[in-house]
């Protein structure tokens, strides 16, 4: 999110930000409190009614569900079921950036080009939410919390990358993210063959 607005506003702070969290489980949650420890002016909502003390606790304002996808905001970070974003209501967002930790957050590919149409910065999924596989590596490998913060911080450099590349190639964040992606396998499959021969 960090990097989203570091290429959006030229600045990562997110102090003062507005950002919807739609969905506020396991991982929602963790995210609403850590923005709203960053200063961050949080909408939030899920369809469990039972979440609303949780919004109360860390200052957010509420969201109904039905209006949670559409909700003004400088970020839009859906974190809950994939599609989020789909044909009904890609026209109606009312944010800046895209960036949740939802997977699969477009029912179709062809979304990415329609958010970059309208000027709506999409972090890739993939790259956005790969923090969750980085803990998992960390727990197979039992590796110290500086070096899992450490590859986590990677993911905002990644993604600036990926926006890099965009802009350059005048695709959008997706097209560039799968480029980037087919490049290191075909990088890492031929490092691999390179082993066996």
């Given at each position: 999110m960090r990097a989203s607005c570091?290429?959006?506003h030229g600045s990562d702070d997110l102090n003062g930000r507005v950002v919807a969290v739609v969905g506020l489980g396991h991982v929602g949650l963790a995210l609403a409190e850590r923005l709203a420890a960053a200063g961050v002016e949080l909408r939030v909502s899920d369809i469990d009614e039972s979440r609303r003390d949780s919004a109360e606790r860390i200052g957010a304002r509420w969201v109904d569900p039905a209006d949670a996808m559409t909700v003004e905001c400088d970020v839009?970070?859906?974190?809950?079921?994939?599609?989020?974003?789909?044909?009904?209501?890609v026209d109606d967002l009312r944010c800046e950036i895209v960036c949740g930790s939802a997977n699969n957050l477009?029912?179709?590919?062809s979304l990415a080009e329609r958010l970059a149409n309208r000027d709506i910065l999409y972090a890739p999924d993939f790259i956005a939410n790969a923090g969750g596989l980085i803990n998992v590596y960390g727990e197979l490998h039992d590796l110290e919390r500086d070096r899992l913060d450490e590859l986590?911080?990677?993911?905002?450099d990644a993604l600036t990358r990926v926006f890099e590349l965009a802009a350059a190639r005048s695709v959008s964040p997706l097209?560039?993210?799968r480029a980037v992606a087919l490049e290191r396998l075909g990088a890492a499959s031929e490092e691999?063959?390179?082993?066996v021969v």
């Open positions: 570091e290429h959006r839009l970070a859906p974190c809950a079921l994939g599609e989020a974003i789909d044909e009904d209501n477009l029912a179709s590919n986590v911080e990677g993911i905002g097209d560039a993210a691999a063959y390179a082993g």
